[in-house]
């Protein structure tokens, strides 16, 4: 059974930072891309940032370039995010999700797998 476990969440000021961390068990989690989304109360589902098995591809959606960095570690089997400069339009439960393929992708239905969630909020 494939696991994934959020932590890192929490209340920070605008201007501040946070590192969010994806844990994984049960598969073989070097040969599928991982991703980030977020829900906003009353909005939809949204795309943050992606990384490919590898590490050598990451794409970010544009509300978050530049602020935001995806990594992985597959020695460890976790996926941080790291999230700097944050303003209170990011306030959202974030989401990790495990891709079906190597590759890195912003559709969420490419995404087998997912976390139950951390919240993040970031106070004006």
């Known amino acids: 059974q494939v696991q994934l476990v959020e932590s890192g969440g929490g209340l920070v000021q605008a201007g501040g930072s946070l590192r969010l961390s994806c844990a994984v068990s049960?598969?073989?989690?070097?040969?599928?891309?991982m991703g980030w989304f977020r829900q906003a109360p009353g909005k939809e589902r949204e795309f943050v940032a992606a990384?490919?098995?590898?590490?050598?591809?990451?794409y970010y959606a544009d509300s978050v370039k530049g602020r935001f960095t995806i990594s992985r570690d597959n020695a460890k089997k976790t996926v941080p995010l790291q999230m700097n400069n944050l303003n209170p339009e990011d306030t959202a439960v974030y989401f990790c999700?495990?891709?079906?393929?190597?590759?890195?992708?912003?559709?969420?239905?490419?995404?087998?797998?997912w976390g139950q969630g951390t919240q993040v909020t970031v106070s004006s």
């Open positions: 049960g598969r073989t989690f070097s040969d599928y891309a």
């Open positions: 999700a495990a891709g079906a393929t190597h590759r890195a992708t912003m559709a969420p239905y490419e995404y087998a797998y």
């Open positions: 990384v490919s098995w590898s590490g050598g591809t990451t």
